[in-house]
C-alpha cells in the first residue's frame, strides 16, 4: 500500500491491540484475523480481502522491531495527520515544520508532492530513518506483511458407529501420498469436521503450513441410535411383560446386557434410562436410553386367541382413544 498510510492509519486499531502490545500478542492477533480473513476462506469476498490486505500491513509493521519504532515516532511527529505539503502554516503544525526545514521549505509556502510506490519518496523517508522502502515490510517479508500460510485441504473419512463412539486411530493418505495418522476423539457424530493444524499444504514463501479439515461420516448402527451423548435403543416386550411387569435384558454397545425392571402397566413408547451407559468423552457421559415397544404376535393359536377374547371380555368397557378424539375436535 502507499507509505502514506503510515500517518493514515492506525495500525494497533487494525489489528485490535493496545500501543504497548508485545511482540507475542500481535503474532497471536494476527495469525487469528489471518485465518480468518485469508482469500482462500473467502473466496470472492472483496470486504474480507481488502481485511486481509490492512491486517497484513499492519502486521507488516508492527511486527518488526525497527519499523514499529520508526511508525511510532511518526506517528508521535504527526499526530496521525495527513501529510500534504511541508510548511508552518498547514493544519500538521509541527509536524509540517519539521519536514518543511527537511525539504528547504520556507515557513509559510506551499507546495503540494505526489509519490508513488518506489519512488521519491520513499528513498527519502528510507534514508530518514535508514531503513528500507517507506511502508514496505523489511526482512525478507513479501506482499501485505508476513509470509502467506499455507491452503487448507479437505478430506473424508468413513467410521463405523463403535469406532465413532469409542475413539480410534485411523491413517489418511495426503496430498503428497504419505500415510498421515489421525487421532479421532471419542464422541465423534456423523458430519463432524476435525480440524488438524499444520497439516495442509506448505506456505510458498516460509510461513505456516495451512491445515487438514477432516470430515467424520459414521455408519449407521442396527440397533442403537445416537441422541447427544446418550444412546437410544428400541426393546420389544411381550404384552404380559408390559402388563404385569418383568425383568428383561437389555444391550449396550459393546458390552454385556443390563437388567431392567418392566414395571406393570407400562406403555409403548416409555423411556428406561440407564445411567452412564452411553457415549462417554471427555465432556461428560450420556445414559443408554430404552425405548418400550410392545410386541403384538403376527399369529395366535386357537387356544392364544380364545385368551385374548377372555381378556378383552374381562377388561373394563372403555375406549382408550376417547380422550384422542375429544382433543382432536377442540
Not at 145 to 154: A, E, F, L, M, N
Not at 182 to 202: E, F, T, Y
Request: no cysteine; aromatic share 6%.
Amino acid at each position: 500500500m502507499a507509505s502514506q498510510d503510515w500517518f493514515d492509519k492506525d495500525f494497533y486499531q487494525v489489528l485490535g491491540v493496545s500501543k504497548d502490545a508485545s511482540d507475542a500478542e500481535i503474532k497471536k492477533v494476527y495469525r487469528k484475523l489471518a485465518r480468518k480473513y485469508h482469500p482462500d476462506q473467502n473466496p470472492g469476498d472483496a470486504a474480507a480481502e481488502t481485511k486481509f490486505k490492512e491486517i497484513s500491513e499492519a502486521n507488516s509493521v508492527l511486527s518488526d522491531p525497527e519499523q514499529r519504532k520508526e511508525y511510532d515516532a511518526i506517528r508521535a511527529m504527526g499526530g496521525g495527520a495527513r501529510f500534504t505539503a511541508p510548511g508552518a502554516g498547514g493544519a500538521n503544525g509541527g509536524f509540517d515544520d519539521v519536514f518543511g526545514g527537511m525539504f528547504g521549505q520556507g515557513g509559510g509556502r506551499s507546495q503540494s508532492y505526489t509519490f508513488q510506490q518506489g519512488g521519491d519518496y520513499d528513498d527519502l523517508l528510507g534514508g530518514l530513518f535508514g531503513g528500507g522502502r517507506f511502508g514496505q515490510p523489511s526482512g525478507g517479508y513479501r506482499g501485505y506483511g508476513g509470509p502467506t500460510p499455507g491452503r487448507d485441504v479437505t478430506a473424508t473419512t468413513t467410521l463405523d458407529f463403535i469406532t465413532a463412539t469409542k475413539g480410534d486411530q485411523v491413517t489418511l493418505q495426503t496430498a503428497e501420498g504419505k500415510p498421515l495418522t489421525v487421532r479421532i476423539p471419542a464422541g465423534v457424530s456423523d458430519g463432524q469436521k476435525i480440524r488438524l493444524r499444520g497439516k495442509g499444504h506448505p506456505s510458498p514463501d516460509g510461513g505456516e503450513a495451512g491445515d487438514l479439515i477432516l470430515t467424520v461420516n459414521v455408519r449407521k448402527h442396527p440397533v442403537f441410535e445416537r441422541d447427544g451423548l446418550n444412546l437410544r435403543v428400541t426393546v420389544p416386550v411381550t404384552f404380559a411383560e408390559a402388563a404385569l411387569g418383568a425383568t428383561i435384558q437389555v444391550p449396550t454397545l459393546g458390552g454385556d446386557p443390563v437388567k431392567l425392571r418392566v414395571a406393570p402397566g407400562t406403555p409403548s413408547g416409555r423411556v428406561l434410562r440407564v445411567k452412564g451407559r452411553g457415549v462417554e468423552t471427555k465432556k461428560g457421559t450420556g445414559d443408554l436410553l430404552a425405548v418400550v415397544q410392545i410386541a403384538v404376535p403376527s399369529h395366535l393359536s386357537k387356544d392364544a386367541q380364545a385368551a385374548v377374547e377372555a381378556l378383552a371380555a374381562a377388561l373394563p368397557d372403555e375406549n382408550p382413544r376417547d380422550e384422542l378424539l375429544a382433543k382432536a375436535k377442540g
